[in-house]
Nanobody, 128 residues
């Protein structure tokens, strides 16, 4: 079992930055692939970013590439999402997720169904 708790959401103006955190407890954190997803009102949950066990491999959806950065600190059992140059279309509930499945090196899952554990979500609202 893995418990995930997100924090750091809020209301900001377009162009601003926010940093989200996700604290994990339970199974050994360093063995998990971690991901961030988001869900806007009336839309399906979508992939944002993922990171492998040691931070050496990351992946982003095209719409956030170059603006968002995913990172992790295994000593603190925490994964982060630094969001810069925020746009109104980034408005959503952001979810942290953990995937405990072993994959081939270099592969990072990007589907909701791939992930085993989820946080409760944190709201990010970007005003224009």
């Amino acid at each position: 079992q893995v418990l995930l708790v997100e924090s750091g959401g809020g209301l900001v103006q377009a162009g601003a930055s926010l940093s989200l955190s996700c604290a994990a407890s339970g199974r050994p954190f360093s063995s998990h692939i971690m991901g961030w997803f988001r869900q806007a009102p009336g839309k399906e949950r979508e992939f944002v970013a993922a990171i492998n066990w040691n931070g050496g491999n990351t992946d982003y959806t095209d719409s956030v590439s170059g603006r968002f950065t995913i990172s992790r600190d295994n000593a603190k059992n925490t994964v982060y999402l630094q969001m810069n140059s925020l746009k109104p279309e980034d408005t959503a509930v952001y979810y942290c997720a953990a995937d405990v499945t072993y994959y081939s090196p270099g592969y990072l899952p990007d589907k909701v169904s791939d992930y085993d554990y989820w946080g409760q979500g944190t709201q990010v609202t970007v005003s224009s």
